[in-house]
Structure formats: C-alpha cells, structure tokens
Nanobody
Framework: QVQLVESGGGLVQAGGSLRLSCAVSRRTFSIYAMGWFRQAPGKEREFVARIRWSSGSTYYADSVKGRFTISRDNAQNAVYLQMNSLKPEDTAVYYC???????????WGQGTQVTVSS
C-alpha cells in the first residue's frame, strides 16, 4: 500500500521559516505530480502548491506566492515545501498528495501541524 509520510511541522513565530518534507514509498505507479494542501480549523482543505514530476513545473496558491517554494527529489521520491515569511494565517495541518494523472490527488499523507504565532 502506498505510503506518504510528512515531517517538518512545528511552532514558529510570524516571519519565521519551516521546511516540510514528504516521502512516498511502496508505490507501484508513475508519479504525475505531487502537491501540498492545508486545512485550518473550521475550514475546508485548500490547495497550496503542486509540482509536475517530470518537468518540475510549479503552481502556487496566490496566498503563498513569493513566500513558499515547492521542490522535489526524484531519486528519493520526495517533495518539499520551503515556507518563508510565515504568517499566523498559515496555521493549519499540511498534507501532501500524489497523483497519477493530471489534476488528481490519489493518495494523501497523514498531515503535519504548522502553527505560526503572532
């Protein structure tokens, strides 16, 4: 069974940085893209960033453009999210996803908590 394991969450002051990691294991398919989503208390899960596995093309939500950077390591089957200039409104549980085709998120990680204090 495919597993996605996230790490790197924690508590940080506003203006600080965190780097999230997500590793995929036991996959039996080719990766089309991997992404990061987040869900704040009382809110729906929202898109944060996505990266195309073959080309490395990246896509971001407007709310994080210029502050967050998504990257990948094909050899390690891993995706990263570098988060800079963090704001209290970035507080959420962050989830990584993997998709086999365009616009799909077929598997999800368990989530990692990011808390930004003001």
């Amino acid at each position: 069974q495919v597993q996605l394991v996230e790490s790197g969450g924690g508590l940080v002051q506003a203006g600080g940085s965190l780097r999230l990691s997500c590793a995929v294991s036991r996959r039996t398919f080719s990766i089309y893209a991997m992404g990061w989503f987040r869900q704040a208390p009382g809110k729906e899960r929202e898109f944060v960033a996505r990266i195309r596995w073959s080309s490395g093309s990246t896509y971001y939500a407007d709310s994080v453009k210029g502050r967050f950077t998504i990257s990948r390591d094909n050899a390690q089957n891993a995706v990263y999210l570098q988060m800079n200039s963090l704001k209290p409104e970035d507080t959420a549980v962050y989830y990584c996803s993997v998709g086999q085709v365009a616009n799909s998120d077929d598997y999800w990680g368990q989530g990692t908590q990011v808390t930004v204090s003001s």
